[in-house]
């Protein structure tokens, strides 16, 4: 068993969100100022001993792998942002390529939307529009990759590189960037590219050329779970917030039919949710959330994923989405335990070997 977290490198700072957001603008901008909403409401979301880093410090990403490593993650999935030949946020993962620090396996995740003021991914209050272009656009793109495609930590499927596109149904032209993605990767020494479709809160429709897709959570379940008893909806000052029972949530994952077609699918899991920080009352919290449970669900989701999606991979959200609530990195309010619940399922599932490597 292969658990592979997401990882958000918007921990540092860049000119374009210092001209949209303010100077020195990172997600801790977001965390920081989050407030409780309703009784009970755990915010703000506080990193253990204060542990505000920097990506761009290599200490903080040797941290992060130590910490991952110590508790059974196999890899880290880092965001990948790409605008028709504008690269954003990408600093860490080139830096991780040229320093070769640190040893933790990984692959990328194309975050193909809008960026919006609304965090939406929408087309409204655009800061910087996801466009496609033609054969040079794709061909530049896949250019800028290679190096890390070739980089012996990066996660192969049958010898090709794992590429996980986020918002598939977005690209026009699919078929054929698909098609010269994989020419290309076999001109230049590889076995082609394992590219992987989210299946989240948006319309998937029928593709080919995708040799998976992976349930990111919670929001596959949002969009196309069982929903009837999931939502709450509270006042607040005269507006309304959406809040769903964890525990409801985690049932409905562990009740889907996992068949789709007959295709590959990669398991999802999720740690909590909570985007308040970024939307305030506009965002859904999550009520119910534990260590404990976490665990709980984790080992389940994991003896599903041998039995019935015959996985070797589950994919977590998330290892630092501190500012949706979807973190295992330890906080002030529950230190490790997250990790640990992690590393307990492991070892409950028989794969001590996951935690010596």
Known sequence: MKLIAYVLPQFHRIPENDDWWGEGFTEWTNTRKAVPLYPGHLQPKEPMQQYYYDLTDASARIRQAE???????????YYHYWFKGKRL???PVREIHRSGEPSMPFCLSWANESWTRKWDGGEHELLIKQEYGDEGDWEHHFYELLPLF????????????????????????????????????????????????????????????FDASVEFEPHYTFAHGDSRRLWQRM???????????YDQLWLSILSRIHRRSGEKIFPGAYVNWDNTPRLGTRGQSCIGASPRKFGHYLSRQMERAKTLYQSEFLFINAWNEWAEGAFLEPDERNGFAYLEEVRAALKLAGYEQALIR
């Open 67 to 77: 910490w991952a490593k110590a508790h059974g993650i196999y890899g880290f999935c």
């Open 89 to 91: 946020l990408d600093k």
């Open 150 to 209: 070739k980089d012996e930590r990066y996660i192969r499927i049958d010898g090709k590189p794992v590429f996980i596109i986020y918002r598939p149904g977005n690209i026009p032209r699919w078929k054929d960037m698909c098609r010269q993605w994989n020419r290309l990767a076999e001109e230049n020494g590889l076995d082609g590219v394992y590219f992987v479709r989210t299946l989240g809160g948006f319309e998937v429709p029928e593709q080919p050329g």
């Open 235 to 245: 006042n607040l000052d005269g507006q309304e917030h959406l809040v769903f029972d």
